[in-house]
């Protein structure tokens, strides 16, 4: 399958750690990449390829691998982590990019 | 200053067509492959289409296979959707983004702020 599939949403306490993950078949070949989506704005990179940051995400952003599951960290989440949370990854045959449904997080 | 710069979204009726441009400026263009993405009112992000650097590869999701086209100027940084046979279910924020690669890593790393696309009768 070329799905990727994200827990629709998550919450997390202002300052703690959370993690969101992706599950796929094509995450076992391909490193997924991570994009932060607020209301009404275009997506942003925040990780991609095995724990890269973009110039400008904060390091509290971690991202890991393990099989066919990608998991993006916020360690110490902050108001404006609140966001919609999407992963990606290259697929194959009639799916060669895909994202996951995304997740939306909320900091309590 | 990186701007992707999406242009050419309105309000069409269905079977009709529009052309969507993505104008780039800031970053390097022609060394890159570049996507639309769209996303529906109200739901997530949809992989639409890609084409390659110098415009030699194109491929596209099943949905829209058949009916869209993309294309690309490298002497105008400017990347293009024409969209047609539109139907309701095309209605979306259209984005264009670049990407990065290197074997088995992709991303996007820029992206327009957006087209909004309607088709209604």
Redesign the interface.
């Known amino acids: 399958s070329s799905e990727l599939t994200q827990d629709p949403a998550v919450s997390v306490a202002l300052g703690q750690t959370v993690r969101i993950t992706c599950q796929g078949d094509s995450l076992s ?3 997924a ?1 991570w ?1 932060q ?1 607020k209301p009404g704005q ?4 925040v990780i ?3 724990n ?1 940051r ?1 110039s400008g995400i904060p390091d509290r952003f971690s991202g890991s691998s393990s099989g066919n599951t990608a998991s993006l960290t916020i360690t110490g989440a902050q108001a404006e982590d609140e966001a ?1 949370y ?1 992963c ?3 697929g194959s045959g ?9 997740t939306k997080l909320t900091v309590l | 200053q990186v701007q992707l710069v999406e242009s050419g979204g309105g309000v069409v009726q269905p079977g009709r067509s529009l052309r969507l441009s993505c104008a780039v400026s800031g970053i390097t263009f022609s060394s890159y492959a570049m996507h639309w993405v769209r996303q529906a009112p109200g739901k997530g992000l949809e992989w639409v289409t890609v084409i390659s650097y110098d415009g030699s590869g194109k491929v596209y999701a099943d949905s829209v296979k058949g009916r869209f086209t993309i294309a690309r100027d490298n002497s105008r940084n400017t990347l293009y959707l024409q969209m047609n046979s539109l139907r309701l279910d095309d209605t979306a924020v259209y984005y264009c983004a670049r990407e990065v690669s290197v074997t088995t890593e992709s991303a996007f790393d820029y992206w327009g702020q957006g087209a909004l696309v309607t088709v209604s009768s």
């Open positions: 070949n391909f490193y990449s994009y989506q275009a997506p942003v990179l991609y390829g095995e890269k973009p919609d999407y990606n990854c290259r009639s799916h060669p990019w895909v994202f996951g449904g995304g």
